[in-house]
């Protein structure tokens, strides 16, 4: 499939039936909900770091839970190529900023979709055509309804490098926490927003001379004329948010809420809409967010349903899920709130707002250079691995720190010693027994069976409602959990002595067909978080069906099974470590 604009997207066509009968729920679970899953769209001034993924998985997995459960998902998001990060990498190196964001879009596309199987149902870019013109149109909407005031401000001026200075053009020290190397529309130490003018000691990025200041006109987005709506809203919102979106929105609101530029001095960004205005740029913060909208409407476009999108934008049912890094969080509850408010659609529900990610104690900066790039680590690693670990211990709730031993520990621990050896041990006795044992379920079950299949259907309900209110780590210790009580029932029962006595071999068969359809069950509760495996376990199964609830046959597997998760060599973890080594005297 191509977008409209000709370049090669990933699409994903998914239908929903009406009702989803899961055998072992007593009832029928309602399906066909309109769920939006908008993720953040990274920066590609360079590659992406686990920090990155850790922020942005959460997205993944809420698509590919909602599409099992049968529901209608759009998931969406891009590259965002009109930030100032694209500018400075340009001239850093030498080239137009169409280089380095097509450089890096491509490397986005192959690290995300290809290799970490993230299943947006379109990928887009903001420079593409089909962005820029429905940005363009929002923006007109938004200026022709009065949304917008003109004003003169002072900007920073580099009289050596003779142009006003974007944001990130401009360091100094924060007001905020006196740390040096304040960004000019961030301070990375203590998260603030910033505004360049802000910076203790100014100056500019690329010749380090202090700027002096210098007017211009531009146009501003009336946000202070929502913050009555935007108070409203939240008091009143039907979904809960985590508590750091809570925390720092309504620090935005406590202080009162400012109008905002939304129009910049740059020949790089989409051209303004306006004739007085025509030289200048949106402002990449304003224009971005429209991604999500422009992405949903690209997406209706390219499978020949223009109109589609309005099923997920103009229909308050929907149900819409946001998926960022904590230092996005007023841009979804605060600013995109207002505009949609002001172009009269659907807001946001579930705010899914990560926070940082550490590497060994350090903290993750693309901007400083400190971090644990992506495509160097699946060169090495299972994207599955990384996937479980950046779940098991990212940061939902809290900062994390990754650590290299603890990965190894609980990939070999959990991944491969808990799910696959349970995967392995009873499909090893299937194959081995498959002339005994039948396709059907067995017509009778020993309490103890019994009780490990009424937990694996109860999972479906209770890992589905965790995912569902973002609870990503409970629901996979919830699986990790059920596996264990598997295996436990496993060692208990012992079907591999039963199945040498005829006179037990038909406890020993229903032993097993329990196993290999409890297994076939945890294939299907794994597969938001582990889809490769999920694919792989599938393909050995003879069974592609990932729908959210229990199986009803025995797999019949005609081969011994493999492993599906790689051990992680001790070498290659003392090599990662040995980097982090403080070079010798």
């Given at each position: 499939m191509r977008s409209i604009d000709g370049a090669p997207h990933i699409l994903y066509a998914f239908s929903a039936k009406r009702m989803l009968r899961c055998p072992y729920h007593l009832k029928e679970v309602l399906v066909n909900r309109n769920v939006l899953v908008a993720a953040a769209w990274p920066y590609v001034n360079g590659s992406l770091h686990l920090g990155h993924v850790a922020a942005l998985l959460p997205a993944d997995i809420l698509a590919r839970y909602f599409r099992a459960h049968g529901d209608h998902v759009l998931y969406v998001s891009g590259s965002d190529c009109h930030g100032t990060p694209i500018l400075v990498s340009a001239e850093r190196e030498g080239v137009a900023p169409e280089i380095i964001a097509g450089r890096y879009h491509d490397e986005v596309v192959e690290m995300l979709i290809h290799k970490l199987g993230f299943s947006y149902s379109l990928y887009s870019k903001t420079m593409g055509a089909f962005h820029q013109r429905t940005?363009?149109?929002?923006?007109?909407?938004?200026?022709?309804?009065?949304?917008?005031?003109?004003?003169?401000?002072?900007?920073?001026?580099?009289?050596?490098?003779?142009?006003?200075?974007?944001?990130?053009?401009?360091?100094?020290?924060?007001?905020?926490?006196?740390?040096?190397?304040?960004?000019?529309?961030?301070?990375?130490?203590?998260?603030?927003?910033?505004?360049?003018?802000?910076?203790?000691?100014?100056?500019?990025?690329?010749?380090?001379?202090?700027?002096?200041?210098?007017?211009?006109?531009?146009?501003?987005?009336?946000?202070?004329?929502?913050?009555?709506?935007?108070?409203?809203?939240?008091?009143?919102?039907?979904?809960?948010?985590?508590?750091?979106?809570?925390?720092?929105?309504?620090?935005?609101?406590?202080?009162?809420?400012?109008?905002?530029?939304?129009?910049?001095?740059?020949?790089?960004?989409?051209?303004?809409?306006?004739?007085?205005?025509?030289?200048?740029?949106?402002?990449?913060?304003?224009?971005?967010?429209?991604?999500?909208?422009?992405?949903?409407?690209?997406?209706?476009?390219?499978?020949?349903?223009?109109?589609?999108?309005?099923?997920?934008?103009?229909?308050?049912?929907?149900?819409?899920?946001?998926?960022?890094?904590?230092?996005?969080?007023?841009?979804?509850?605060?600013?995109?709130?207002?505009?949609?408010?002001?172009?009269?659609?659907?807001?946001?529900?579930?705010?899914?707002?990560?926070?940082?990610?550490?590497?060994?104690?350090?903290?993750?900066?693309?901007?400083?250079?400190?971090?644990?790039?992506?495509?160097?680590?699946?060169?090495?690693?299972?994207?599955?691995?990384?996937?479980?670990?950046?779940?098991?211990?990212?940061?939902?709730?809290?900062?994390?720190?990754?650590?290299?031993?603890?990965?190894?520990?609980?990939?070999?621990?959990?991944?491969?010693?808990?799910?696959?050896?349970?995967?392995?041990?009873?499909?090893?006795?299937?194959?081995?027994?498959?002339?005994?044992?039948?396709?059907?379920?067995?017509?009778?079950?020993?309490?103890?069976?019994?009780?490990?299949?009424?937990?694996?259907?109860?999972?479906?309900?209770?890992?589905?409602?965790?995912?569902?209110?973002?609870?990503?780590?409970?629901?996979l210790q919830r699986i990790l959990a059920l596996a264990k009580q598997c295996n436990q029932y496993l060692n208990a029962r012992q079907p591999w002595k039963l199945i040498r006595d005829p006179a037990t071999q038909s406890d020993a068969a229903e032993a097993i067909t329990t196993a290999a359809i409890f297994g076939d069950a945890l294939r299907r509760l794994m597969a938001p978080f582990t889809p490769h495996i999920a694919d792989a376990l599938g393909t050995y199964l003879g069974c592609d069906d990932v729908r959210w609830c229990m199986p009803t046959t025995v797999p019949s597997p005609t081969a011994p099974p493999t492993p599906l998760i790689r051990h992680i060599d001790d070498a290659l973890i003392e090599a990662e470590l040995a980097k982090l080594a403080p070079p010798a005297p």
């Open positions: 940005a363009q149109d929002l923006f007109r909407r938004l200026y022709d309804g009065g949304h917008m005031v003109e004003r003169e401000e002072e900007q920073l001026y580099c009289v050596t490098c003779t142009r006003f200075l974007p944001d990130r053009y401009v360091e100094g020290t924060c007001p905020y926490c006196a740390a040096r190397g304040a960004r000019g529309d961030q301070c990375d130490q203590c998260g603030q927003t910033l505004d360049a003018g802000d910076l203790v000691t100014p100056q500019c990025k690329i010749c380090h001379t202090k700027p002096e200041r210098r007017r211009s006109t531009h146009l501003y987005f009336r946000l202070s004329a929502f913050e009555a709506r935007l108070t409203a809203w939240i008091k009143e919102r039907s979904v809960a948010w985590r508590s750091n979106a809570s925390a720092v929105t309504a620090s935005w609101l406590t202080r009162g809420l400012h109008d905002r530029p939304i129009t910049r001095d740059l020949t790089w960004g989409i051209p303004v809409p306006v004739d007085a205005y025509v030289a200048k740029r949106m402002y990449v913060w304003f224009e971005a967010v429209m991604g999500y909208f422009s992405c949903s409407k690209e997406w209706a476009a390219s499978t020949d349903n223009p109109e589609g999108w309005r099923q997920w934008w103009e229909n308050d049912d929907a149900l819409h899920y946001y998926v960022h890094g904590k230092d996005n969080i007023p841009f979804h509850t605060i600013i995109w709130p207002a505009m949609l408010m002001a172009l009269g659609y659907k807001l946001p529900d579930a705010i899914v707002s990560s926070e940082y990610l550490n590497f060994e104690g350090v903290k993750l900066s693309k901007s400083a250079g400190m971090a644990l790039w992506l495509p160097e680590a699946l060169a090495k690693f299972d994207p599955d691995a990384l996937r479980f670990v950046l779940v098991l211990n990212g940061p939902e709730t809290h900062d994390t720190s990754f650590s290299w031993k603890e990965f190894q520990a609980r990939v070999h621990g959990d991944l491969i010693g808990t799910i696959g050896n349970l995967w392995n041990r009873t499909y090893t006795l299937v194959y081995q027994h498959r002339d005994i044992i039948g396709s059907a379920r067995p017509a009778v079950v020993a309490d103890d069976s019994a009780k490990l299949l009424g937990a694996a259907a109860a999972a479906f309900t209770d890992v589905g409602t965790a995912i569902e209110r973002t609870e990503f780590r409970v629901a």
